[in-house]
C-alpha cells in the first residue's frame, strides 16, 4: 500500500516493547501476533493492527508467533490517519474493520477478567467466613490472619460499560458490513470511527491491565509459595481436628473444592498448586516459622574480605558486590543465572507465572544480600566502593541488566550523593544507618506495629521471653534487621508503584528519561513541599507545651513546624508513599515520607497527595478515639460528620450531592481518599481562585488547611471566599492578641521570648 514501509519479522521477536512511546501503526499483513500483558494474551492475525489500542505508549507487549510481515505507517495523533486512508479505499477498510474487531475481542476478553475477579474475591472471602465457621463448630481457636482484613474488593478506574460490550456485540453479531460501508463514505467519518473505538479499546486494555494486577497482587492470601494463606488456614484446621479425632469429612470435602477452584482460576504457578495440593493430598503438612532471625543465628561473615577497590563502573559489578557479601561460588554462580535468566526475558515485567516466580527469587536474594552487605559495610565504611554505594542506594546489581550507559552515570553520580541528602532527607542507606547508630526509631510495619509492640508480640505468643525482649530493646542491630524487613521491603515494593511486577533490582527499562531528569534530589524535593507550605502554609505546624511556672506560664500551646523524615526508597518509582505520621507515640516527632529515588513522575503532584494523607493521618493521630466525634472539633471530625449526613445537609446543592455520592463510591466509602482528590484541587486549584469545591468542603479547609496571608489577600474579594476569610481573620486576630498579652505578662515576669515563642507570634501572620 502506498504511504507505507514493509519489514519482515521472526518469530518470538519483541516488536513493541509495553511503555515504548508510540510512533507508529503495524498492519500485520501475514503471519500472527500476541498482544501479552500479564495473564492476558490476545492472538492478533492479518489484517490486525499494533497499536491500535494504545495511545502515547504501548500498553502490551507485541511478539511475533510467526514469521510475519508488517506495513508500517507513523502514527502520533489522529491526524496521520488522514495521510495513511487518503485515496485508499482498501486502507480504510482495514483500518475500520481491525479497530472494530479487536475492540470487540479485547471487551471479550476484558469481560471475562472482570467475571474471574469478582469471582475470585467472593470465592476468597467465603472461604474464610467457611474457616470461621469451621473453627467454631469444632470449638477450635481460629488463626490471625490479617492480611484478610486488607482484602477489598477492587475498585475499577478503567471501566469498560455494559452498553459498550453489548453494543459492539451486537454490531459484529450482524451489522459489520453494513457499518463499514457507512462510515468508509467520509474520512471524517471513518476517522472519527476508528479512533472511537481505540478510546473504548484502551480503556478496556488498562481495565484489564488493573484487573491483572490485582489478582497477582492478592492471589497470595488464597495459595501463596510462603504458606501463608487460607490453604494454610484449612491445613492447620484439619491437623488439629484429626488431632481430636473429630469428623473432618465436611473440612475435607471443602478443601478438595478448593483445591479444584485454585487449579481452575489459571492465576498459579503449575508446581506451587502441584506442591501445596499435593501435600494435602498426600497429608505431607509443612509449617512455616515467620519469626525474623535473631542477629546470633545469622551465618558469620567473612571479616577479612579484602578486595581492590573498584576504578571503572564496567567491572564485573554483580561479582564484586556477591563476593563483599560473602557468597560462596555456587551462590554467585546461582545468582548471576537467576540474574542472566531475568535479563533474557522479552518482558521484564509480565505477570506470567514463570517470570513472577523468577522475580519472587530474586526480590529475596536481593534483600538477603543487601542485609549483608549493609551490616559489613556499616561497621567499616573504609569498605564502601563506588559500586557498594550505587547497590544500597540506588539498588544496582547488573551492568547488563541496569544498562552500560546508566550504570557509568550511576557510578559518577556515587560522588555525588549530597544531591540526595539533607537535615531531613535521607538515601536509604544514611536511613539504616541510622537506625544502626541508634540516631532514629525503626519505622512501623505494613500493620502499624512499632518495634517494642512487635518484640510486645513475640513475648505475648511465647517466642521470646521478657529477658530476651529486654535485651533486644536496645539491640540496634536487631533493630536494624527489623527495619530491612518491614519497612525497607514494603515501602520499596509500594513507591515502585506497579506491586506485583516489582523487581528490587535497578533495570533499563524503569529509567524511561534520564538518570539526571530522574533523580530525585534534595532540592527538588524541598521546593515541590515548599509549593504546598507557600499555600497550606500551616500544614506541618503542631502544637506542643511551653511551661515556664516560676514566671507565670504553667502550660501553654504553641505552634512549632516539625517537618517529615523523608527516605528516597532505592527505585525508579511512581509513587510516595505517608508511611507514618510521628516517628513514635509522641506528637512532636517528624513524619516518614518514602519517595523513589528515580521517578518520572511529576513530584509536586506526588507530593500534594503525600501532604493529604498526612494531613488526614496527623489529625487522627493527635485527636485519637474522638477523630471521628463531631463533639470535638477537628478536621477529620468534621469531613466525617460532612460525609455521613450530606444528603441532609441544605448548604448542598443536589449537582453536589450527586458529586459526593460518587466520589464515596469511587473511593469506596473512604473518607480519607475522598479528603485527598479535595485536598488535591484544594491546593492546586482553589489557591488560585478556580472552582473545584462545593461550599461545605471549601469551609472545612480554609478552617483546618487555611492558605497563606498573600494568598487570602487575592482572595477576600472573591464572594466564594469572602465571608469565611473574613470569619478567620477575626478569629486570627484574637489569637494574637491573647498571645502578645501572654508574652507581656512573661516579659514583666523575667521570662526571655525564646526562638520558639518568637516562631508561635510569627505563625499567626503567616
Not at 30 to 44: D, I, P
Request: proline share 2%; glycine share 4%; aromatic share 12%.
Amino acid at each position: 500500500m502506498e504511504g507505507m514501509d514493509t519489514v519482515k519479522v521472526q518469530k518470538g521477536q519483541l516488536i513493541a516493547r509495553q511503555k515504548d512511546k508510540v510512533r507508529k501503526w503495524y498492519l500485520i499483513m501475514e503471519g500472527t501476533v500476541v498482544q501479552r500483558n500479564s495473564y492476558a494474551k490476545v492472538v492478533l492475525g492479518k489484517d490486525s493492527v499494533i497499536g491500535i489500542s494504545e495511545s502515547d505508549r504501548y500498553l502490551c507487549d507485541y511478539i511475533a508467533a510467526t514469521d510475519c510481515t508488517l506495513g508500517t505507517f507513523s502514527f502520533t495523533s489522529p491526524d496521520d490517519l488522514k495521510a495513511a486512508i487518503d485515496g485508499q479505499a482498501s486502507m480504510r477498510h482495514t483500518l475500520l474493520c481491525a479497530a472494530v474487531t479487536q475492540r470487540q475481542t479485547i471487551l471479550k476478553t476484558y469481560a471475562a477478567f472482570h467475571s474471574l475477579v469478582r469471582q475470585f474475591h467472593s470465592f476468597v472471602e467465603n472461604e474464610y467466613n467457611e474457616y470461621t465457621s469451621f473453627c467454631a463448630q469444632y470449638h477450635l481457636e481460629e488463626q490471625n490472619f490479617n492480611r484478610i482484613d486488607q482484602f477489598k474488593p477492587l475498585e475499577m478506574v478503567h471501566r469498560a460499560e455494559n452498553w459498550e460490550m453489548n453494543n459492539s456485540a451486537t454490531l459484529m453479531g450482524g451489522y459489520l458490513e453494513e457499518y463499514l460501508r457507512l462510515m468508509q463514505k467520509d474520512d471524517s467519518m471513518c476517522i472519527g470511527a476508528i479512533m472511537e473505538c481505540c478510546y473504548q479499546t484502551r480503556r478496556a486494555t488498562q481495565g484489564i491491565i488493573e484487573m491483572a494486577e490485582y489478582l497477582s497482587y492478592n492471589r497470595d492470601i488464597l495459595l501463596s509459595g510462603a504458606e501463608n494463606d487460607i490453604f494454610s488456614l484449612y491445613y492447620e484446621l484439619l491437623v488439629r481436628a484429626k488431632e481430636k479425632n473429630y469428623n473432618v469429612k465436611p473440612l475435607t470435602d471443602n478443601m478438595d473444592r478448593m483445591a479444584e477452584v485454585i487449579k481452575k482460576l489459571g492465576i498459579y504457578e503449575a508446581n506451587l498448586v502441584a506442591s501445596r495440593v499435593g501435600a494435602y493430598e498426600s497429608q505431607d503438612f509443612q509449617t512455616t516459622d515467620g519469626v525474623y532471625a535473631e542477629p546470633e543465628d545469622v551465618a558469620a561473615e567473612d571479616d577479612n574480605w579484602e578486595e581492590e577497590e573498584a576504578e571503572e563502573a564496567g567491572e564485573d559489578c554483580l561479582m564484586h558486590i556477591l563476593t563483599f557479601a560473602g557468597y560462596g561460588d555456587e551462590e554467585k554462580a546461582s545468582v548471576r543465572e537467576l540474574i542472566e535468566k531475568y535479563t533474557s526475558l522479552p518482558d521484564t515485567s509480565s505477570t506470567e507465572p514463570e517470570v513472577y516466580g523468577l522475580r519472587k527469587n530474586l526480590t529475596q536474594k536481593f534483600y538477603d544480600i543487601y542485609q549483608k552487605v549493609f551490616l559489613k559495610v556499616v561497621k567499616d565504611e573504609e569498605q564502601l566502593t563506588p559500586i557498594l554505594e550505587m547497590f544500597l542506594n540506588f539498588g544496582f546489581m547488573d551492568v547488563q541488566l541496569a544498562g552500560e550507559d546508566n550504570a557509568n552515570i550511576l557510578y559518577d553520580l556515587t560522588e555525588h550523593l549530597h544531591v540526595c541528602r539533607s537535615e531531613h532527607i535521607y538515601t536509604i542507606y544514611d536511613w539504616l544507618k541510622s537506625v544502626y547508630e541508634g540516631k532514629n526509631e525503626p519505622s512501623k510495619n505494613e500493620f502499624d506495629m512499632d518495634y517494642p509492640a512487635y518484640l510486645a508480640d513475640l513475648r505475648k505468643n511465647g517466642k521470646i521471653t521478657p529477658e530476651k525482649q529486654n535485651k533486644l530493646m536496645g539491640n540496634n542491630e536487631y533493630k536494624v534487621r527489623y527495619e530491612m524487613q518491614n519497612m525497607f521491603v514494603s515501602g520499596n515494593r509500594i513507591t515502585y508503584g506497579k506491586i506485583s511486577t516489582f523487581c528490587p533490582i535497578l533495570e533499563e527499562g524503569d529509567l524511561i528519561n534520564s538518570i539526571e531528569k530522574m533523580i530525585v534530589t534534595a532540592q527538588k524535593l524541598e521546593t515541590a513541599m515548599d509549593k504546598v507550605r507557600e499555600i497550606d502554609f500551616s500544614v506541618f505546624y503542631r502544637e506542643v507545651q511551653f511551661s515556664d511556672p516560676d514566671k507565670g506560664i504553667n502550660r501553654e500551646m504553641i505552634m512549632k513546624e516539625i517537618l517529615p523524615d523523608i527516605i528516597l526508597m532505592p527505585n525508579a518509582g511512581t509513587r510516595a508513599q505517608m508511611w507514618q505520621e510521628t516517628a513514635g507515640v509522641r506528637r512532636d516527632t517528624s513524619a516518614r515520607f518514602l519517595f523513589p529515588i528515580f521517578t518520572a513522575v511529576d513530584l509536586d503532584d506526588m507530593m500534594i497527595d503525600t501532604i493529604g494523607r498526612y494531613r488526614w493521618e496527623i489529625c487522627r493521630k493527635i485527636q485519637g478515639v474522638h477523630w471521628n466525634d463531631i463533639r470535638e472539633k477537628s478536621l477529620t471530625a468534621e469531613y466525617c460528620d460532612y460525609l455521613q449526613f450530606y444528603r441532609k445537609n441544605h448548604e448542598l446543592s443536589p449537582e453536589a450531592k450527586e458529586k459526593i455520592k460518587s466520589a464515596l463510591l469511587r473511593s469506596r466509602n473512604n473518607y480519607r481518599e475522598v479528603f485527598v482528590k479535595d485536598y488535591q484541587s484544594w491546593v492546586k486549584y482553589e489557591s488560585k481562585g478556580s472552582y473545584r469545591l462545593n461550599k461545605v468542603t471549601r469551609e472545612i479547609l480554609l478552617s483546618y488547611c487555611p492558605f497563606a496571608k498573600e494568598i487570602r489577600k487575592e482572595l477576600v474579594t472573591n464572594p466564594m471566599y469572602e465571608s469565611a476569610l473574613h470569619r478567620y481573620e477575626i478569629m486570627n486576630e484574637k489569637k494574637i492578641q491573647r498571645i502578645q498579652g501572654v508574652y507581656d505578662k512573661y516579659r514583666k515576669a523575667g521570662g526571655e521570648i525564646t526562638q520558639d515563642l518568637a516562631d508561635n507570634l510569627d505563625y499567626y501572620s503567616l
